[in-house]
């Protein structure tokens, strides 16, 4: 009777999915269903366990992690070479932190059943839980970065590096500064990060949320519209104008007229000549919001140019991004695409970081409503990573996993002892090294290791070598040898490794 129950509950499960049912009305019937499997599985041997991850996660080896680490260390010493603290917060806040911050998007969020007298949601990105430490804080000045996993309910897609959890790279500069100097910055680190990754080539689009806002009023679309309508902007880079401006008049009944002047500013972009074309707009320059966003946006640009990255920007009017926090600058950065001999389908990954000045979102913490202007980059490290993992795999280069710089190993019989005093040594020395855990290993054995880990130094000690107060240091790749004073090999192998 048991196990009818269950069938007929996964049956409900499954027309639910097939009906393309409320998600929570489905993740409800799947919780009630791995209630009942875990009750009837009690009786020895009969529930098992499905080996699996949830949902738009994944595990990652030591090869990914690798890569991942390689990429995490690029972005950090970017972050620090612009003067930036670390900070970390919870990985989930009050509900009630998270709630109206997104738009659209709030749909996301994850919540989490109330344990304790608390409604709590997982973080959705970074930056909220940022204007919150700031307002809890009262602080008002300070550059940070903050690199740690989010959360959304998200329709997953990982092999574009789409995922329900993820880690977000974020670097934001608070206070009350000159104009667009911080800016300027902001896009400065993106350009740096995307350079130093070698991802290929990109572009970086900017807009501003007041050159938006100046244009929808000047085109006649109703105050209450603009964030609605923003979002369906917003999907340019993936919709041809059409679609778009079918979902602004069909589902969300703005004028054909409104929709069609929308569409004459949108599919412009270009430079500073753009800007000085639509600072003259006959319509644009009689609108209070957009001359100072055009303003702002020539100023971005002279700062740009001084830091020699303007062949990489693009003034793009069809870029709104779809956060309801954004106040001014926007920006997202696109790798364009991928070229590659190896693999049949090229890589397009679209936007790889996104950001801009968001000067009202803190003040939403503060009891007397303080502001605090901001302006942050988010990395997308994700995306990035599929991107890298699938370039290693084509070109076949062998990913070293550990950082490893010496075996010690052993020529003789018996010698264990002496291989512990020796790594031990090392270890105390600062040196990564490794030994195998037999007692009497086969010394081509030992060398097969080093090949197959990419370790690129063995020393090793025999019988004569103990006599003699030395080691012998091989060098993997070469396979050329030579005899060190055992008082001299931490120096020895810290110059070898050096220049590995």
């Known amino acids: 009777a048991e196990e009818a129950a269950v069938r007929a509950q996964a049956e409900t499960v499954r027309r639910l999915k097939q009906d393309k049912a409320d998600p929570d009305e489905i993740a409800k019937e799947v919780s009630k269903l791995l209630e009942m499997k875990a009750q009837l599985g009690t009786d020895e041997g009969k529930h098992k366990f499905v080996l699996k991850t949830p949902k738009g996660t994944r595990d990652f080896g030591p090869k990914e992690m690798a890569i991942r680490e390689r990429a995490f260390k690029a972005i950090i010493s970017c972050f620090k070479r612009h003067g930036a603290e670390v900070i970390d917060t919870p990985v989930f806040e009050l509900k009630e932190t998270l709630t109206g911050k997104y738009g659209e998007d709030s749909k996301l969020i994850y919540d989490l059943k109330d344990q304790g007298g608390e409604l709590l949601s997982l973080r959705y990105d970074l930056t909220v839980p940022f204007a919150r430490y700031l307002a809890m804080n009262k602080i008002t000045n300070i550059k940070r970065y903050h690199i740690a996993k989010v959360y959304r309910r998200d329709n997953p897609a990982m092999t574009r590096g789409r995922y329900r959890e993820f880690y977000q790279c974020d670097f934001d500069i608070a206070g009350q500064f000159d104009p667009m100097i911080p800016d300027a910055e902001c896009l400065k680190i993106v350009h740096e990060i995307l350079s130093d990754l070698q991802l290929g080539d990109f572009v970086i689009k900017v807009n501003d949320r007041r050159i938006l806002d100046g244009m929808f009023a000047v085109c006649g679309v109703p105050d209450s519209k603009f964030r609605t309508i923003c979002s369906s902007v917003d999907k340019l880079d993936k919709m041809p104008w059409e679609e778009v401006r079918s979902e602004m008049v069909g589902e969300k009944g703005l004028s054909p007229e409104a929709a069609d002047r929308i569409g004459e500013y949108v599919q412009l972009h270009g430079g500073l000549d753009l800007i000085e074309r639509l600072l003259q707009d006959p319509k644009l320059s009689q609108n209070k919001l957009a001359k100072e966003g055009l303003g702002d946006m020539k100023l971005l640009f002279e700062y740009l140019t001084l830091f020699g990255i303007t062949g990489k920007i693009s003034f793009d009017l069809s870029l709104a991004r779809g956060l309801d926090y954004y106040t001014g600058v ?88 002496e291989r512990l005093k020796l790594i031990s040594e090392l270890w105390d020395a600062g040196i990564k090294a490794e030994m195998l855990y037999k007692k009497n290993p086969k010394l081509l054995n030992q060398l097969q290791y080093c090949e197959d880990t990419g370790i690129p130094l063995v020393a090793i000690v025999g019988e004569q070598e103990l006599k003699d107060g030395v080691v012998k240091l091989r060098i993997v790749a070469t396979r050329e040898e030579v005899n060190v004073r055992r008082e001299s090999l931490v120096e020895e192998i810290r110059i070898r490794t050096s220049q590995c």
């Open 330 to 417: 926007i920006f997202e950065a696109v790798l364009l695409q991928q070229e590659n001999e190896h693999v049949e389908e090229p890589v397009s990954v679209g936007s790889v970081a996104g950001g801009g000045r968001y000067d009202g979102l803190v003040g939403m913490f503060d009891p007397k409503g303080r502001k605090v202007p901001c302006v942050g980059v988010s990395i997308g490290i994700e995306r990035i990573f599929s991107i890298l993992e699938q370039r290693l795999e084509a070109s076949e280069e062998k990913v070293r996993t550990t950082e490893t710089q010496v075996l010690v190993a052993s020529a003789q019989k018996k010698l264990l002892e």
